[in-house]
């Protein structure tokens, strides 16, 4: 399973922006998909994930703020972000999750975003 993900950037704080995550190669046994967030100094934290029944989850502290959609015939997930604030500055990190004979876990390279006060 191969992820990339696309869509970062620099926003100023209150603006929208969103990320992209393809997923290619063996999808078979994918549950679901979803993202991660490390800001710098600080741990990587979940925030966000859509499953095939596209039902998602997210992190509390977001209060709304980000979405999570999927394109099936794609294999995408998109994480539409609005009222962005200097607190979401972070690499964000795609990740899908394979239940097989055991549970794997695959990881994009990550996309910085960077918002500005």
């Known amino acids: 399973v191969h992820l990339v993900e696309s869509g970062g950037g620099l926003v100023q704080a209150g603006g929208s922006l969103r990320l992209s995550c393809a997923a290619s190669?063996?999808?078979?046994?994918?549950?679901?998909m979803g993202w991660y967030r490390q800001a710098p100094g600080k741990d990587r934290e979940w925030i966000a994930l859509?499953?095939?029944?596209?039902?998602?989850n997210y992190l509390d502290s977001l209060e709304g703020r980000f979405i999570l959609s999927r394109d099936g015939p794609k294999n995408t997930v998109y994480l539409q972000m609005t009222s962005v604030k200097p607190e979401d500055t972070a690499v964000y990190y795609c990740?899908?999750?394979?239940?097989?004979?055991?549970?794997?876990?695959?990881w994009g390279q990550g996309t910085q975003v960077t918002v500005s006060s």
């Open positions: 190669g063996r999808l078979l046994n994918i549950v679901d």
């Open positions: 990740y899908a999750r394979e239940v097989e004979h055991r549970i794997n876990t695959y």
């Open positions: 859509i499953n095939r029944d596209d039902i998602s």
